[in-house]
């Protein structure tokens, strides 16, 4: 029973990828709180972007390390998985990530922030009502 623990526990550690499998992935989504506060901190949007792409990098790296360093053969064809680990995974979390969710929340606060404008609500309500659009539906775009 022993070993068949400690199978499925090194298992578990070889599976674990602490870009996905831990609360730093949510570091992907940094850019979604910069697209909500776009109008009350415009500063906070491209700081929010480079932690997003930051963590898409940093994935991709992790990414094609595990392959690197798990495959066996000959080193170009080793070479060649890393390098298409790396990319795919640099791709799809760029547009998974950042880029599709940033673009909608962005549309979202835009489009009440239009909206609210037309109206007779009070100036707070004007400030803040597109910023909360948009943080609200940020776990409607990104399911943790």
């Not at 831990?22 to 009350?40: C, K």
């Not at 640099?90 to 037309?118: C, D, E, K, Y």
């Amino acid at each position: 029973i022993h070993n068949i623990v400690m199978t499925e526990i090194e298992a578990d550690r070889k599976n674990y990828n602490i870009f996905r499998d831990s609360p730093l992935r949510f570091m992907g989504y940094a850019n979604e709180v910069g697209e909500s506060f776009r109008y009350q901190f415009p500063r906070l949007v491209m700081p929010s972007y480079v932690v997003a792409f930051g963590y898409c990098g940093m994935d991709a790296i992790g990414a094609g390390l595990r392959i690197w360093y798990d495959e066996n053969g000959d080193t170009s064809t080793r070479n060649n998985r890393a390098a298409l680990a790396a990319t795919d995974t640099l791709i799809w979390q760029s547009l998974a990530s950042v880029m599709i969710p940033g673009a909608t929340i962005n549309l979202i606060v835009r489009t009440t922030q239009n909206m609210i404008s037309q109206t007779s609500a009070t100036s707070a309500v004007k400030k803040w009502l597109p910023t909360a659009a948009g943080l609200l539906s940020i776990p409607l775009i990104v399911n943790p």
